[in-house]
Nanobody
Framework: QVQLVESGGGLVQAGGSLRLSCAAS????????MGWFRQAPGKEREFVAN????????SYAESVEGRFTISRDNAKNTVYLQMNSLKPEDTAVYYC????????????WGQGTQVTVSS
């Protein structure tokens, strides 16, 4: 069973930085794509970034391009989301997710971690 556990959320002032971590366990992830999503109050969940575990190809939402960086540590089975130049509109619950590279739908989700950016 795949388990994803996020950590690293918190309260930060606008312009600050946070790094989220997602510890993955349960199976080898070489054929997986790992994603970060977020959901703000009253809004739908939206894609933030993803990375192919094998090869490291990255993709970003336009709203975070140039400010956020996704990465993975193969030895630790952990995916990171480095968030810089944070804005109040980045406030949301951030979720880690995983899917195999052959499908588009994410099958596994973490419990989420709250990120709050104050102005």
């Amino acid at each position: 069973q795949v388990q994803l556990v996020e950590s690293g959320g918190g309260l930060v002032q606008a312009g600050g930085s946070l790094r989220l971590s997602c510890a993955a366990s349960g199976r080898p992830f070489s054929n997986y794509v790992m994603g970060w999503f977020r959901q703000a109050p009253g809004k739908e969940r939206e894609f933030v970034a993803n990375i192919w575990w094998s090869g490291g190809t990255e993709s970003y939402a336009e709203s975070v391009e140039g400010r956020f960086t996704i990465s993975r540590d193969n030895a630790k089975n952990t995916v990171y989301l480095q968030m810089n130049s944070l804005k109040p509109e980045d406030t949301a619950v951030y979720y880690c997710a995983a899917r195999t590279k052959w499908v588009n739908e994410y099958s596994y989700w973490g419990q989420g971690t709250q990120v709050t950016v104050s102005s």
